[in-house]
């Protein structure tokens, strides 16, 4: 898809940037890594999250822990048609006090249940971002890739992290070779982690 598409699509709020930390080389996001990772709320989709520093963390951290060697800040553009948020922090999270109160089970019927009721994407609220589950994967537009410092760099350069439309210029204007070609051909991405 152009990315001038992509932009009308922000700019009509069908869709929204999202940014995913990874320490694995990834060309494209499907549902099939889904529920693998150790967290209990890996069945829910695709996490994303509003704050390209807090990506980069997450990148670092999983190359830290041995999880891949590759480091990089995913851009994308995430569906928000109908956006699900009355979710607490035991909820999202499946624990309360360190006690488990549900199974990765109870998340992926979750996930079936918002799909069912048209929801296409659900944000859960932190003290300091807002982490963004894309419930289908293969909807979501991978655009760019960035290193953490990258990522980091355009935090710092004073756009607001909520206007996607100017994420994406300044991209295509300051960062137009870590664009992602959006006819390149992709392999399964590693889903396995909760926080982007």
């Not at 990315?3 to 549902?31: M, N, P, V, W």
């Not at 891949?68 to 995430?78: F, P």
């Not at 300051?174 to 070609?181: E, F, G, N, R």
Request: charged share 25%; hydrophobic share 40%.
């Amino acid at each position: 898809m152009p990315h001038q598409d992509i932009l009308k699509l922000l700019e009509a709020g069908d869709y929204r940037i999202g940014f995913h930390g990874s320490a694995q080389k990834i060309t494209a996001f499907t549902s099939a890594g889904m529920g693998r990772g150790g967290d209990l709320n890996t069945g829910l989709g695709l996490f994303t999250s509003e704050i390209p520093s807090n990506a980069a963390e997450y990148a670092q951290n999983a190359g830290e822990l041995g999880e891949g060697e590759y480091e990089h800040v995913y851009v994308l553009a995430i569906p928000c048609k109908k956006p699900f948020s009355d979710i607490d922090r035991a909820g999202f999270y499946g624990r309360k006090d360190g006690e488990q109160l549900t199974d990765k089970a109870s998340f992926v019927a979750l996930r079936a249940r918002l799909l069912s009721e048209g929801y296409d994407v659900l944000d859960f609220e932190t003290s300091e971002d807002v982490i963004s589950v894309c419930f289908e994967p293969e909807r979501a537009i991978l655009l760019a890739e960035l290193t953490a410092d990258q990522a980091i760099e355009l935090q710092e350069e004073g756009l607001s992290l909520f206007d996607g439309v100017a994420i994406l210029k300044t991209i295509l204007e300051k960062h137009p070779d870590q664009l992602v070609a959006q006819t390149k051909k992709s392999r399964v991405a590693d889903l396995d982690s909760p926080v982007p």
